[in-house]
């Protein structure tokens, strides 16, 4: 065969390579892809959410889904056994768990008897959602004129999921303001007064994500719950000077001179 003999033979093949995989999809994928759909399910994971147990919740995307015979199943990524069946408490279904092994796809599908309706493939670690941190608080610090943020995070008790980004959200209550955001790392910030009003209600909360260099990604936290705190009537623009760490130096300063003198 001649080299445009063999061109055209090629672009024949494709032809009808091409045509059959869309006479494919016309017939049968379409119905796949739609009841794909109708079925579609999300799922996080939880990573020594109790000890060294991990969790995995799912739930229908579609809130009206009859779900009444539907159940769910993991396969694979799996120690020592091969699927374990979700329990299903109400419209969520859900495992706790040892049996993780936190490397490689596993496939999750939705199983009407033992027939299989549709399957997705995920990985745990890629799917984690962080337990949402507590106890956040706010100290006024009146020589620094600044307000210290701290809070706390089961994950610094964990040993895989330990890389954390923190949102802390705050804004001026009864007031249509728009939420400040922070991003940081640690779980200690610091507000300067003069950023904030005079004499006003704030609410503060955090949430948390893994980090998104990190071996584990996934999604962000519940919010903690929100911790709301008072600003001082006035700031002391000037007179802050007097007390304020430069006030200790000019202070020293002061007396280093008066000794000096008196010697
Ligand atoms: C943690 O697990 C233990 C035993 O596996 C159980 O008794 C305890 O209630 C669990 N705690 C939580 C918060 O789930
Ligand atoms: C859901 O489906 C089951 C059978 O699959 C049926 O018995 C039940 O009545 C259905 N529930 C609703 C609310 O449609
Ligand atoms: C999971 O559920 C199916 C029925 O839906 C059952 O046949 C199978 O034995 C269960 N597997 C496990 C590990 O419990
Ligand atoms: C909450 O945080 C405050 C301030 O950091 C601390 O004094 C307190 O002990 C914490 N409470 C709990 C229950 O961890
Ligand atoms: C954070 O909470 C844990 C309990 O979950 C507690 O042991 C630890 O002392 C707390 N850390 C701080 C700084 O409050
Ligand atoms: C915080 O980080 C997120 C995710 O990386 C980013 O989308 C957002 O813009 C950052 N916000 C601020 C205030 O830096």
């Given at each position: ?55 995995l919740t799912c739930t229908f995307d579609d809130p009206d889904i ?198």
């Amino acid at each position: 065969m001649t080299i445009l003999g063999t061109a055209f033979g090629m672009v024949f093949y494709l032809l009808q390579v091409v045509s059959g995989e869309s006479g494919y999809a016309q017939n049968g994928d379409l119905e796949d892809a739609e009841l794909d759909d109708y079925y579609s399910f999300s799922c996080y994971s939880q990573l020594e959410v109790n000890r060294s147990h991990h969790s995995l919740t799912c739930t229908f995307d579609d809130p009206d889904i009859n779900s009444t015979n539907l159940e769910l199943e993991i396969c694979g990524a799996l120690l020592e056994i091969n699927c374990l069946n979700f329990t299903k408490l109400q419209e969520v279904y859900y495992i706790k768990t040892k049996k993780f092994l936190l490397i490689g796809d596993s496939e999750i599908c939705v199983k009407l008897g033992e027939k299989s309706i549709t399957c997705k493939k995920m990985n745990i670690v890629k799917i984690v959602k962080p337990e949402a941190p507590f106890n956040i608080s706010v100290v006024y610090r009146e020589g620094a004129n600044d307000f210290v943020v701290t809070f706390n995070t089961s994950h610094l008790q964990k040993k895989y999921v330990k890389n954390l980004m923190h949102d802390v959200a705050y804004r001026q209550e009864k007031v249509e303001n728009n939420w400040m955001h922070v991003n940081l790392s640690s779980t200690k910030l610091t507000l300067l007064q003069r950023k904030l009003q005079d004499d006003a209600m704030y609410e503060i909360k955090v949430r948390s994500i893994p980090y998104s260099s990190d071996y584990f990604e996934g999604f962000w936290s519940e919010w903690s719950p929100s911790y709301h705190f008072r600003t001082p009537e006035t700031k002391r623009a000037g007179l802050s000077l007097l007390y304020g760490p430069v006030s200790r130096i000019i202070k020293r300063l002061l007396n280093n001179c008066v000794r000096n003198q008196e010697r």
